[in-house]
Each structure stands twice: as structure tokens, then as C-alpha cells.
Nanobody, 123 residues
Framework: QVQLVESGGGLVQAGGSLRLSCAAS????????MGWFRQAPGKERQFVAA???????SYADSVKGRFTISRDNAKNTVYLQMGSLKPEDTAVYYC?????????????????WGQGTQVTVSS
């Protein structure tokens, strides 16, 4: 059974940092694209960042320069380093995996999903 388990969420003040982790089990994702999405109450799920099999990354404009996605294939884990956090970054953050090597920004392109971790940024 494939599982993605996020951790690292919490409450942080504006301007602060958090690092989210997504540990995969049940299969290796070293040759697959992985992504992070977020969903705030009453809003649609939104693309945040993605990384392909070779380490090439892509970001939403709203987080570019503040967030960094990375992966450790030996640990089958993907990370999202978040800095200069703003109240509008408050959301549940989800880790997702594709069957493809290449990234995508549409959540429907991702097959595997974690349960989500809450990030709350106070002003």
C-alpha cells in the first residue's frame, strides 16, 4: 500500500520559516515527479511547487523566491522549505506523487496524496 505522510506543519508568525516533509512508503518515487499543493478553507486546491525525477523544480508565482522544494531519493522523502511566510500562506498543505517523471501544476495529474498538514501563519 502506497502512503505519503506529511509532517512539519504548525503555527508560525509572519516572516518565519517552516520545513515540511513528505515520507513515502510502499513504493519508490525516485523516478517520479512529486508536488506540494495547498488548500485554504473555502478555496480550491492550489499548486505550490513540484520537482521532477532529475531534480528540476517549478513554483507558483506566489511562493517563488520564498519556498524551496527538494527531494532525498535515498530516504524516499520530499521537502518543502518555506520562508518569509505570510498570513495568506495559511492552508492545509498536501504532498502528491505522479506516475510520470515530469511535473504538472494541475492537481488532477497527481495520483498519490498525503493526508495533509496544517500551516497557520499569524500576523
Amino acid at each position: 500500500q502506497v502512503q505519503l505522510v506529511e509532517s512539519g506543519g504548525g503555527l508560525v508568525q509572519a516572516g518565519g520559516s517552516l520545513r515540511l516533509s513528505c515520507a513515502a512508503s510502499g513504493r519508490t518515487f525516485s523516478r517520479n515527479a512529486m508536488g506540494w499543493f495547498r488548500q485554504a478553507p473555502g478555496k480550491e486546491r492550489q499548486f505550490v511547487a513540484a520537482i521532477n525525477w532529475s531534480g528540476t523544480t517549478s513554483y507558483a508565482d506566489s511562493v517563488k523566491g520564498r519556498f524551496t522544494i527538494s527531494r532525498d531519493n535515498a530516504k524516499n522523502t520530499v521537502y518543502l522549505q518555506m520562508g518569509s511566510l505570510k498570513p495568506e500562506d495559511t492552508a492545509v498543505y498536501y504532498c502528491a506523487g505522479r506516475e510520470s517523471r515530469w511535473t504538472a501544476t494541475d492537481h488532477v495529474e497527481y495520483v498519490y496524496w498525503g493526508q495533509g498538514t496544517q500551516v497557520t501563519v499569524s500576523s
